[in-house]
């Protein structure tokens, strides 16, 4: 054989070579592919399993909402919280007040709420920081045990808030209380009202501003559960949760699969969740400053959906 052959025989021996580690190649990145996928879906499903606590067949705000509650420490006693808060700056007579109304009407100004509000926003911004490193764990199956504690510590620490500066701003207490296995519809909603409003989700700032019209205005909160589970203000949850639902199938499970691997792992750490925690709360903060509840001088514009009429209805309707 003449080496122009022996060439060519070794050319084409080296492309047969090329081509099956090619192939052989190619088969390996598919398995490795439907392997991650696998484990993806394994774990997606066993995520959702867990954290469906309402039964409904899908994971939504108030799953979410119900599973934080439960996390000891995130709920807030009203009365306990604003007098620790006031305690060391204003006389007993000022507190019992604050205690008794609000804030507002115990004569302390917007400027001093502010104060206290951005404390709280700081020590819970802190706090959140210390379930960075169980978010920048590296992804796989036995991670989404994690998950859902992970996810309910989180929305928790923004529930904390939540209540925090309701209470500040004029609202009553709201009740958190479990009662056998269920939390009462209307602090359910009253807090995906007040999540839609940390997330800018349209219609949650001026449906929460209604709720505090109405309280500021003399209507009691027994009442207003029926604007929160039946009026004006109930789609607008429903669209709150809705949103809340589609954002969870594609940022908390897509997006927290996708990073959370060894290498990118650590996108999702302290820096994420303290970046996005604090633009959140001072949505919430500036929405409930802004209302008769929170500042008696306040003028409410025509825009805020009046509940009180329609309360009223309710009531004349049950009397009759």
Not at 71 to 80: T, V
Not at 223 to 247: D, E, I, N, Q, R
Not at 251 to 280: D, N, Q, R, W
Not at 312 to 317: C, I, S, Y
Request: net charge neutral; charged share 25%; glycine share 8%.
């Amino acid at each position: 054989m003449d080496i122009k052959n022996v060439q060519k025989v070794i050319k084409q021996t080296a492309g047969d070579a090329g081509k099956a580690v090619v192939e052989a190649s190619r088969k390996s990145k598919d398995n490795l592919t439907q392997t991650a996928v696998s484990i993806k879906e394994k774990s997606s499903a066993a995520v959702n399993k867990v954290m469906d606590v309402n039964g409904d067949g899908q994971v939504d705000i108030e799953d979410v909402i119900i599973m934080s509650l439960k996390i000891p420490g995130i709920c807030i006693n009203r009365d306990e919280f604003l007098r620790s808060e006031f305690l060391k700056d204003f006389p007993k007579e000022t507190i019992d007040d604050v205690i008794e109304y609000n804030p507002a009407h115990a004569g302390i100004t917007t400027d001093q709420i502010e104060k206290y509000a951005d404390e709280v926003i700081k020590f819970e911004r802190n706090c959140v920081t210390g379930i960075s490193a169980a978010l920048s764990t590296p992804g796989g199956f036995a991670m989404a045990a994690t998950i859902p504690a992970d996810i309910a510590q989180y929305y928790g620490y923004m529930l904390r808030v939540t209540q925090k500066l309701l209470y500040l701003y004029g609202f009553p207490q709201i009740d958190v209380t479990e009662k056998g296995r269920k939390f009462d519809t209307e602090t359910l909603n009253i807090l995906t009202l007040c999540l839609g409003v940390m997330y800018g989700v349209a219609g949650a700032n001026n449906a929460l501003k209604a709720v505090a019209k109405a309280l500021g205005t003399g209507v009691q909160k027994q009442l207003m559960k029926k604007a929160l589970t039946k009026g004006t203000v109930y789609p607008v949850v429903k669209s709150v949760a809705k949103w809340f639902g589609v954002k969870m199938t594609k940022e908390v499970f897509t997006g927290f699969f996708k990073h959370a691997i060894p290498v990118v792992g650590g996108v999702i750490g302290g820096g994420l969740t303290y970046m996005s925690f604090k633009p959140c709360c001072d949505k919430l903060k500036q929405s409930l400053q802004d209302t008769i509840l929170s500042n008696p001088d306040k003028n409410e514009t025509d825009s805020v959906i009046d509940v009180t009429e329609e309360i009223e209805n309710f009531n004349e309707r049950e009397e009759e």
